[in-house]
Nanobody, 111 residues
Framework: EVQLVESGGGLVQPGGSLRLSCAASGFIFYIHTMSWVRQAPGKGLEWISSIQSDFATTYADSVKGRFTISRDNAKNTLFLQLNDLKTEDTAMYYC?????RGQGTQVTVSS
């Protein structure tokens, strides 16, 4: 059974940082492109970053230069480092493999 379990969210002040993790199981992790998507209150899903099996990365313009995606294939874990957080980054963050995603972890940016 494919499982993606996100963690690391929380409440942070503007300008702060968080590191999200996603523990993957039930599939061959290292061969898949993995992504992070988010959904802000009242809005649709927004793709924010992907990392391919060869570690090539892509980012949405809204997070480029502030967020960093990475993966540890030995631990079947995906990461997202969030720096210089803004109030508009408040959302539920999901780890995704294709259209499949986990339950999410909430990130709230507020003073």
């Amino acid at each position: 059974e494919v499982q993606l379990v996100e963690s690391g969210g929380g409440l942070v002040q503007p300008g702060g940082s968080l590191r999200l993790s996603c523990a993957a199981s039930g599939f061959i992790f290292y061969i898949h492109t993995m992504s992070w998507v988010r959904q802000a209150p009242g809005k649709g899903l927004e793709w924010i970053s992907s990392i391919q099996s060869d570690f090539a990365t892509t980012y949405a313009d809204s997070v480029k230069g502030r967020f960093t995606i990475s993966r540890d294939n030995a631990k079947n874990t995906l990461f997202l480092q969030l720096n210089d957080l803004k109030t508009e980054d408040t959302a539920m963050y999901y780890c995704a493999r294709g259209l499949f995603r986990g339950q999410g972890t909430q990130v709230t940016v507020s003073s």
